[in-house]
């Protein structure tokens, strides 16, 4: 059974920095690309990154691009989302998903002073 959870959300500053972790489990990790993506108030999923099943090619938005690292570590089945220099339009639940369509239950991340 594919179980995707998230963590490290919090409520944060502007310009501050998170780190967001997702504990996978029940498929081959290496296999499979896996993402970040967002949902902000009142509006739909926004992708955020990707990295594929090697740990290489990491793409990001245009609207994160430069401040948010995707990373995964093979050893713990885990993908990481570095964020930083956070903006209060960051705010939003962050989901992993694996690309056969799974999504973990989220974590929220609020940036405001």
């Known amino acids: 059974q594919v179980q995707l959870v998230e963590s490290g959300g919090a409520l944060v500053q502007p310009g501050g920095s998170l780190r967001l972790s997702c504990a996978a489990s029940g498929f081959v990790f290496s296999s499979y690309t896996m993402m970040w993506v967002r949902q902000a108030p009142g509006k739909g999923i926004e992708w955020v990154s990707s990295i594929n099943g090697a740990g290489r090619n990491p793409r990001y938005a245009d609207s994160v691009k430069g401040r948010f690292i995707i990373s995964r570590d093979a050893a713990k089945d885990t993908l990481y989302l570095q964020m930083n220099n956070l903006k209060p339009e960051d705010t939003a639940v962050y989901f992993c998903?694996?690309?056969?369509?799974?999504r973990g239950q989220g974590t929220q991340v609020t940036v405001s002073s």
């Open positions: 998903e694996q690309a056969g369509g799974y």
